[in-house]
């Protein structure tokens, strides 16, 4: 089994050990998206998504892996499935987020943005770790640790691989040409909300709530979402 797996916002990829030591023998990747490179948040989505089918080809040849992607890294791995679906037997979204937006909706999530590139700019590094730890998407998961990663990449971050610069629209979720999981935690009750609004669209896909695990499904649910990523194998 071939696993592929690309982070969250402001992650690493550490954040997939657990998940791995319960898959076992399994050939996985796990790129740093906040490493300088064809992967960083310096490039668009259409950017990434190019740079990422291309390493893709180099590690796998041929050969279709399984690709999880975890909150924004559910958002890229979207953009690589659309792109090329037959480079995938399965892709796993977790805690993901579409953004297919109204009018408000897009602009409270720019005014969320600049509030963020502010702190981003200004608070000190143990002050920003702690409000980011404490919206309230992440009630019911751990607190992380959150790695030492230059200001630069997560302020692109959060324009470039913004909900506001999606390539993709609400028909195309509803024709996914790769079999797909939406995968959401029992107690992350801002995606939850997400999942029934998806639902209600007739996004194609299967979805899956976790019971016991909120936003941060990586570390509140990994001995779950191994099975599941076996069951699909």
């Given at each position: 089994?071939?696993?592929?797996?690309?982070?969250?916002?402001?992650?690493?990829?550490?954040?997939?050990?657990?998940?791995?030591?319960?898959?076992?023998?399994?050939?996985?990747?796990?790129?740093?998206?906040?490493?300088?490179?064809?992967?960083?948040?310096?490039?668009?989505?259409?950017?990434?998504?190019?740079?990422?089918?291309?390493?893709?080809?180099?590690?796998?040849?041929?050969?279709?892996?399984?690709?999880?992607?975890?909150?924004?890294?559910?958002?890229?791995?979207?953009?690589?499935?659309?792109?090329?679906?037959?480079?995938?037997?399965?892709?796993?979204?977790?805690?993901?987020?579409?953004?297919?937006?109204?009018?408000?909706?897009?602009?409270?999530?720019?005014?969320?943005?600049?509030?963020?590139?502010?702190?981003?700019?200004?608070?000190?590094?143990?002050?920003?770790?702690?409000?980011?730890?404490?919206?309230?998407?992440?009630?019911?998961?751990?607190?992380?640790?959150?790695?030492?990663?230059?200001?630069?990449?997560?302020?692109?971050?959060?324009?470039?691989?913004?909900?506001?610069?999606?390539?993709?629209?609400?028909?195309?979720?509803?024709?996914?040409?790769?079999?797909?999981?939406?995968?959401?935690?029992?107690?992350?009750?801002?995606?939850?909300?997400?999942?029934?609004?998806?639902?209600?669209?007739?996004?194609?896909?299967r979805f899956w709530v976790l019971e016991d695990a909120g936003h941060r499904l990586l570390t509140d649910?990994?001995?779950?979402?191994?099975?599941?990523?076996?069951?699909?194998?």
């Open positions: 089994m071939n696993i592929v797996g690309l982070h969250g916002f402001w992650g690493e990829p550490s954040e997939f050990d657990q998940l791995q030591q319960a898959l076992g023998g399994s050939t996985s990747w796990y790129p740093n998206l906040f490493e300088e490179g064809p992967l960083d948040p310096s490039h668009s989505f259409s950017d990434w998504t190019v740079n990422f089918l291309s390493l893709l080809q180099q590690r796998f040849g041929g050969e279709k892996v399984q690709l999880v992607g975890y909150s924004q890294g559910a958002r890229l791995a979207l953009h690589a499935a659309l792109q090329e679906p037959k480079r995938f037997d399965h892709v796993w979204l977790l805690s993901a987020h579409p953004g297919q937006l109204n009018e408000a909706a897009r602009s409270d999530r720019q005014k969320w943005i600049q509030n963020w590139r502010q702190k981003f700019e200004t608070e000190d590094w143990e002050t920003l770790v702690q409000d980011w730890n404490s919206q309230d998407v992440f009630v019911g998961s751990a607190r992380l640790t959150k790695p030492k990663v230059p200001r630069s990449l997560l302020k692109m971050a959060l324009e470039n691989w913004s909900l506001l610069q999606h390539r993709f629209h609400g028909n195309d979720l509803k024709s996914l040409k790769v079999p797909t999981t939406w995968v959401y935690g029992a107690l992350d009750k801002k995606f939850l909300a997400v999942k029934d609004e998806l639902q209600g669209q007739d996004v194609a896909g649910a990994p001995e779950i979402l191994a099975q599941g990523l076996k069951e699909r194998t």
